[in-house]
């Protein structure tokens, strides 16, 4: 299959700290992807870099064909792109109908308002509110939703869970596996093997900044003693 996003041989660097060192990984379009890893392994990173935001870098990236690399961060946008960083970036004085107005449509496809008020009912409900009274789960939910609206092909989401309650954590499951069979390609990191296990096609394993392993979710439970090793869990 076709890979709708490609890495390969990525390095990337903050300042002197070289962070990742020859990362290779494909994702085919509609594929839910997840990057395990303890924290400060490379994972967010990985994330930044390939949606440019991380500019010390060498080596390939390519989006639907598109070679990434020399591009600037509002064209990997246009090119179908959407992150999610862990921190949310919600508008702390702006309404949530406000903040999900905020991004332009870069592309169509994108959900209407309606869907996305379907797939996140907490969102209609509070619509009026500004960011500073949102729970951390809406917060996450007013994120994703941002970048749905936009058009984007591929999800780029870092740590959807954490710090949410379990019935949280399960909404943001059911919302990931609704956005699958939509066909959104999702590129996911995450620590939580469990929740990952529950929506991911997929899995790498990284270890200070290195791809160690890829195996498909049906291999998870034969590598659950690694996976505790490697996690610290």
């Known amino acids: 299959m076709t890979p709708l996003l490609e890495v390969s041989d990525l390095n990337a660097w903050y300042g002197e700290s070289h962070v ?14 997840c990057i395990l890893g303890r924290n400060g392994m490379g994972k967010t990173t990985t994330l930044r870099s390939i949606m440019g935001i991380v500019r010390k870098r060498t080596g390939r990236i390519a989006f639907a064909g598109q070679d990434l690399m020399a591009m600037p961060l509002h064209r990997t946008a246009r090119a179908g792109l959407g992150f999610v960083p862990e921190e949310r970036g919600i508008f702390a004085t702006l309404t949530v109908e406000e903040n999900l107005m905020l991004p332009p ?9 309606a869907e996305i008020h379907d797939l996140f009912p907490n969102l209609r409900e509070r ?3 500004p960011g500073t009274k949102l729970s951390g789960g809406e917060q996450q939910m ?14 780029l ?6 710090g949410l309650a379990p019935v949280i954590i399960q909404a943001i499951g059911d919302v990931l596996r609704t956005l699958k069979a939509r066909g959104l390609t999702v590129v996911l990191v995450e620590q939580n093997f469990r929740f990952a296990s529950k929506v991911a096609d997929r899995f790498y394993v990284m270890d200070h900044g290195v791809m160690t392993q890829e195996f498909p979710v049906g291999d998870l439970e034969a590598r659950m003693g690694m996976l505790h090793e490697t996690l610290g869990v």
């Open 157 to 162: 989401l870092d740590e959807p869970t954490e």
């Open 127 to 129: 619509r009026n509110s």
């Open 105 to 113: 449509v870069t592309a169509p496809g994108g959900m209407s308002i």
């Open 20 to 33: 990742l060192h020859g990362v290779t990984m494909t994702v085919a379009e509609g594929e839910t992807v």
């Open 142 to 155: 007013l994120a994703m939703a941002r970048i749905l609206r936009t058009g984007a092909r591929c999800l």
